[in-house]
């Protein structure tokens, strides 16, 4: 494959994907995914240990990054009915419970981006410390100009003041 990013992206989309299609018939893949904030992957791994052990056909990928952990349930066993497995995805939650942020594949940005367009809610940011970070995560996601009015950066004492 070559290197640049964009003739990889086609040529797997528009040619790999199609013949691997063609010889082969593969199961469709089921997963759920929630995220969970500030808490420490050590403690969700140790919070889930019996769950673990618990869900045959199944498998539970961690997916850290900064500041949250999603959390992946998948159907490794393609004859699990899917009754059995929505039972793991509800004692998943349950297992965790207040630790949830959400129960999607959300980051916290397109979490508050979409809580805001729910609620017909706009947003606003007065952010110091963190340098405009807050408004920089906002604006990485599409749609956040219909929710977004802006943010007011003021770092130094004689601005706040």
């Known amino acids: 494959m070559p290197g640049v990013p964009g003739e990889v992206k086609a040529i797997t989309e528009e040619s790999l994907i199609p013949k691997i299609n063609a010889l082969?018939?593969?199961p469709s893949t089921l997963h759920r995914t929630l995220t969970t904030a500030l808490i420490p992957e050590s403690l969700i791994?140790?919070?889930l240990q019996n769950f673990e052990s618990n869900i045959p056909g199944c498998g539970l990928a961690y997916l850290p990054s900064h500041n949250m952990v999603k959390l992946r349930l998948t159907?490794?066993?393609?004859?699990?009915?899917?009754e059995t497995f929505n039972s793991h995805w509800e004692l998943l939650k349950n297992e965790l419970g207040d630790w949830i942020f959400c129960a999607q594949d959300l980051s916290m940005a397109e979490w508050v981006i979409q809580t805001a367009k729910d609620h017909s809610l706009k947003i606003a940011t007065?952010?110091?410390?963190?340098?405009?970070f807050i408004a920089n995560q906002i604006v990485q996601v599409t749609g956040a100009s219909s929710v977004f009015l802006g943010s007011i950066v003021a770092y130094d004492n004689s601005v706040k003041n």
């Open 126 to 132: 007065a952010e110091s410390c963190t340098g405009g």
């Open 75 to 82: 159907r490794l066993d393609p004859n699990l009915p899917i």
């Open 45 to 47: 791994s140790q919070k």
């Open 24 to 26: 082969f018939t593969l």
